[in-house]
């Protein structure tokens, strides 16, 4: 079966918002519908049926089963555009893209959106677990006395409601506290950390005030730009910013500044065959060339070599082996940031020549980047990262970038719950 | 937003309370649905010796019930007296006696049109008498009541009926609801401007760009445009991007965002529309901004932004698009000026001189525009109900509204309709002009 290569046409995404921001009121459906309706603007896709539209949300009502579908009903997009969900925390939306890529590439369709949203501020509260057992009991009794007995079962401690956390189930900690291991283990400083959160709210501002983001991003509920951003932070500032992951430990160096924050977005990419794209007139940013998805045993794995966010360093050599390319082989660096600890943590496994030949199983080590290449117009730390949003972001962000650049090659890393991470290829 | 009053005096006791007090009626007017008929009644058509040829079968061709005698019963849905063979100022009063018996009986949204040959400076008595038809319809047009108007359309050189035919339309249909006292110069239209296939989407097939297309004016242009069959870019800054997905996501158009006045503006612009649409048709530049201050009071910067924005990103722009062959043969460009640019306005200097500048920049493109059968025009709007004038004081916009001939403010869609016509195949024998939308205001010319 020959395959062809899937085309990056475009993207849109809203401005992201501080959780209890500006979208505090703003369901995932009503930030996915606007930003389906923004790219469907752009691009003129009123009433065009696409192959089909690949989306997802990390924090997600039950009622919205079917969350991307219902968005697209909601559009203006083609009522007749088939959708599904996607769910692979952090990596939802750069894993939609590659299902719909996966799919131009097989000839199944010709076009598609992958896209993704988060909202931290209208997350799902669910009655307690003790009360919905006591509710499903009641349910099933076939007689009004035993449904009386079920009910009686009710208790006050029953009454607290049931909160989606930040954490890991199997270990309990949340993310920065992971995070907070890793970037001890790696010997991460508190400078390093700051210089990168300190850049990528430089390199976002920047970019913006260059209208970089003009054919990117259309704006919601009044916000023409993230919220999130501070485009006088500096180093000094950020260091006067008290810790408040790995408290435990002898020296915690993460704080609100080096962390992203939570956040409220979406974003979608249009994504179509080279044919799809000349019949509609629509340039061809960049071609998403290959993925690799992977995962560590953060539960039992080494308190090192197997952080929860370390995914994407287990995740390259196999995409770079299998593309018979070398990690400084690319134009740009995408590495979403997390924490500012991450980025710095698998930048510093790459060059370590223990892990590399240990746990990659390389005989050099796959080395350094240059770091005038990495997130060059800004990434979460001060945009935010609305988990499923982010993929679009970059996705939409680096195609653009390297059009601009008139060719090239760029690189996406972003880490995600549940000890996994997805990379990416793009060339242009 | 509601015209109360315009509403009241169109109630029943209000009706009658307006006639007793002498009070303004403004009446509600007859506005543009693409299935209705031209006008909604009979039309008495005059003139002054031998009528020119082919009219009467234009008319007729566009579905106009044609009347050549006034039967003394009839109410009138228009009057069209053809003037173009008078020569001396006893030829005048043919005018007056063909209109004085059945304006009376000119039925509300009624339509006087006259129809005269522009003054060419061979005789100067025919030129008097061409020159005094002006002065009848600018007068007439305050004398008539219930939202009927009166305009004249000269024709220029060697222009005859054919070339009349999108004007005709415009003015008699309810697409001209506010344009009224005006003057349209008609010259031979080029070999490229040929007539619509399908009257009802006379702009099918073509590619359009507005600017400032979000909101108020410029997105009724989008939607006015899109109704008549173009394929329009909805272009405004990125701040405006909700609104305008919304605008162009109804319309089924693209949005665009652009900031006009960035200095790589046209450049982006041509790419885009090259890269999309292959080239333009229709160029309407709408974006505009008002820094509103008394002069002694000005800053550099509302001077400067106001130029900058309302005039030379339009020179920019247009140059840019013309140089790069962007703007396709047969092309049409429409530029907003504003009644402030004609007549002046307390608190405006920086915006009138842009306005007044986009005016001279019309007439000068003009004959560039010609060489490529193309055309280009002004469109200066008076005063229109929009989110700008919402936020002025109550009473000053009371007042505001009354002072035209129409006693009303005009509606986005009115300016939108002049637009549309403008762009139109058949109006490529309206160069270089300026066609106000301003209900014949009373302030200034």
Known sequence: MSTRRAAILGGNRIPFARANGRYA????????????????????????????????????????????????????????????????????????????????????????????VDTASDAPIAVNEGLREVLLAANRARSVPARLKALAGVRPNHLLPEIPRNAEPRTGLSMGEHQAITTAEWQVSREEQDELAAASHRNLAAAYDRGFFSDLLTPFLGLARDENLRPDSSTEQLARLKPVFGLSGADPTMTAGNSTPLTDGASAVLLASDEWAAQHRLPVLAHLVDAETGAVDYVHGDRKDDGLLMAPVYALPRLLQRTGLSLQDFDYYEIHEAFAGTVLATLKAWQDPRFCAERLGLDHPLGSIDRSKLNVNGSSLAAGHPFAATGGRILASLAKQLHERGGGRGLISICAAGGQGVVAILEA | MADRYLDLVNSGIGRKLAAQLGLPRPAVLRRYQPTDPLLPGALLLGNAGDGLPGLDDLLSEAGVQLRDTDAGNVRWAGLLFDATTV??????????????????????????????????????????????????????????RAGATANLIQLAGAAGADDLDSTLRFLLSGRSAYVDGQVIRVAARPDSATVPADWQRPLAGKVALVTGAARGIGAAIAETLARDGAQVVLADLPAAGEQLARVANGISGSSLHLDIAAPQAPAQLIEYLQQRHGGLDILVHNAGITRDKLLANMQPEQWQSVLTVNLAAQLRITTALLEAGCLRAGGRAVCLASTSGIAGNRGQTNYAAAKAGVIGMVRSFAPQFAERGAAINAVAPGFIDTDMTRSMPLLTREVARRLSSLQQAGLPVDVAETVAYLAQPGSGGVNGQVLRVCGQNLVGA
């Open chain 2, 87 to 144: 020569r001396t100022p006893q030829d005048l009063d043919a005018v007056r006696a063909f209109l004085s018996a059945p304006l009376r009986r000119l039925r509300s949204s009624g339509r006087v049109v006259l129809l005269g040959r522009a003054p060419d400076g061979k005789d100067p008595a025919t030129d008097a008498t061409r020159q005094a038809l002006d002065g009848l319809v600018r007068s007439l047009a305050k004398e008539l």
């Open chain 1, 25 to 116: 009121h703003a369901s995932n459906q009503d930030m996915l519908t606007a930003t389906l309706d923004g790219l469907a603007a752009r691009f003129n896709l009123q009433g065009e049926r696409l192959g089909e539209v690949a989306g997802g949300a990390v924090l997600k009502h039950s009622r919205d089963f079917n969350l991307t579908r219902e968005a697209v009903l909601g559009s203006s997009l083609s009522a007749r555009t088939p959708a599904y969900d996607v769910q692979q925390a952090c990596g939802t939306g750069l894993e939609t893209a590659i299902l719909v890529a996966n799919k131009i590439a097989l000839g199944q369709i010709d076009s598609g959106i992958a896209g993704g």
